[in-house]
């Protein structure tokens, strides 16, 4: 079956520009993760979602940083007036009921100018 | 609060030797223990968990890791490298099973 998707697969934007990057889960997970992978920091947690849930997220570095979960499903990650160090990979991940294992999408590779 | 160590930043080795990727965690709790694969332009994928079933533990494509709770460690093992085992892996703790705390990664290289 079909994995996680993610996209675009790379952004490049400007510094102060808003960004949106979207997730599309495993049908039928009910969680969904962001993390975040930059040659600085490495990989580190931003964002979980389960099901109806309220979201974790003590990951999230600023407030610049939100996200949203519709209808249980697709995800998006909004990065308000970007800045250079918010250049990285961002991931999305999902996993089932169980959570035994985290799925990973490919990333989108965001590059901010 | 949980980390990990990841003790070698790169390992190379020839193909059909051993492979040994060190790891360190910390933990406040009884914590869950993976190891991830990263291949070039590709995703992260599980290459197995510990979940205190067992202390060994067995994964996919050969390898195994065990757990050794006097030590803090969590190392990860191949008999035989193979060159399709060239990639980043990396060392991952989790106190709750959702949060995923990385180590900071050790990227193979397999020499013919």
């Known amino acids: 079956g079909a994995g996680v998707s993610q996209s675009p697969s790379n952004k490049v934007t400007e510094k102060g520009k808003d960004v949106e990057l979207r997730c599309d889960p495993i049908s039928g997970h009910t969680a969904l993760y962001w993390y975040r992978q930059s040659l600085g920091q490495g990989l580190e947690f931003l964002i979980y979602f389960q099901g109806n849930s309220a979201p974790d997220k003590s990951g999230l570095p600023s407030d610049r940083f939100s996200a949203e979960r519709t209808g249980g499903s697709v995800s998006t990650l909004t990065i308000q007036r970007t800045q250079q160090e918010d250049s990285a990979v961002y991931l999305c991940?999902?996993?089932?009921?169980?959570?035994?294992?985290?799925?990973f999408g490919p990333g989108t590779r965001l590059t901010v100018l | 609060a949980q980390s990990v160590t990841q003790l070698d930043s790169h390992v190379s080795v020839s193909e059909g030797t051993p492979v040994l990727l060190r790891c360190n965690y910390s933990?406040?709790?009884?914590?869950?223990l993976f190891w991830y694969v990263q291949h070039p332009n590709k995703g992260l994928q599980l290459l197995l968990k510990y979940t205190s079933a067992a202390t060994l533990v067995k994964g996919i494509n050969g390898f195994e890791a065990e757990f050794k709770k006097s030590e803090t460690s969590f190392h990860l093992t191949k008999p035989s490298a193979h060159m399709s085992d060239a990639a980043e892996y990396f060392c991952v703790v989790s106190d709750d099973d959702y949060k995923l705390s990385f180590g900071a990664g050790t990227t193979v290289t397999v020499r013919a």
């Open positions: 933990s406040s709790y009884s914590p869950s």
């Open positions: 991940a999902s996993s089932g009921a169980d959570g035994y294992e985290q799925f």
